[in-house]
């Protein structure tokens, strides 16, 4: 049975249980209670549940719990190098960080920038913070990207696939530590059904439609 935690958590989650144990053993009771209280926030923030993909072939799944903060038309210079729609998921520090595949396809680059720590909800975010994206070809010949962004707090953003890759949507990519953004890239035929403020659910809640399959 699997664990519903991410296992890129699990070291930073032993660590936070170390304080608690510690004062436990020396025998102060309020500082064991406030180790406890920190310790199960990080194994809370590195919760990994499972989800249920929808089956309908012609969905592209969010890639991220959160919060829709832009839709539109945008000149993709960067990745899929054409026009493209952009939708932008902010992540809180409450909700789920584990990323999935958006849709079914073959990884063809990974971008990877070192780059800055400005608050993700920023627009200059995309550009400016650490990233890492891949650039996918769907099973259809679409040509999409999904971009990582670590916010302010984030520090480390972890990518478990490589170019070359095959992924099935709804599959695990990575993950993002404490507070990030996704970018998806997809093609400007793409039947867009999220709006702006709408609450989202990696590998489940559907963000788009392939217009037609090639």
Not at 109 to 127: E, H, I, M, T, W
Request: aromatic share 8%.
């Amino acid at each position: 049975m699997r664990l519903p935690i991410a296992k890129d958590g699990y070291g930073i989650i032993a660590m936070s249980f170390l304080p608690a144990l510690v004062s436990l053993g020396l025998g102060v009771w309020w500082l064991f209670w406030v180790g406890l209280g920190v310790a199960v926030s990080v194994l809370w923030f590195f919760r990994d549940p499972e989800r249920t993909i929808p089956q309908d072939p012609e969905s592209v799944v969010s890639p991220a719990d959160g919060r829709v903060i832009k839709v539109e038309e945008v000149e993709d210079r960067r990745f899929t190098m054409r026009r493209a729609q952009l939708v932008s998921i902010f992540m809180s520090l409450f909700d789920v960080h584990v990323n999935r595949a958006p849709a079914t396809g073959r990884v063809k680059r990974v971008v990877y920038n070192p780059g800055r720590f400005v608050s993700a909800n920023l627009d200059k975010a995309s550009v400016e913070n650490e990233h890492n994206a891949l650039v996918v070809e769907s099973e259809g010949g679409r040509l999409f990207a999904v971009c990582q962004i670590a916010g302010l707090v984030a520090r480390r953003i972890v990518c478990d696939v490589e170019e070359g890759s095959r992924i099935e949507k709804g599959q695990r990519i990575g993950m993002i530590k404490f507070g990030s953004r996704l970018d998806v890239y997809l093609p400007p035929d793409t039947d867009i059904v999220v709006r702006v403020g709408d609450r989202v659910r990696a590998g489940e809640s559907i963000l788009a439609r392939w217009e037609k399959e090639r």
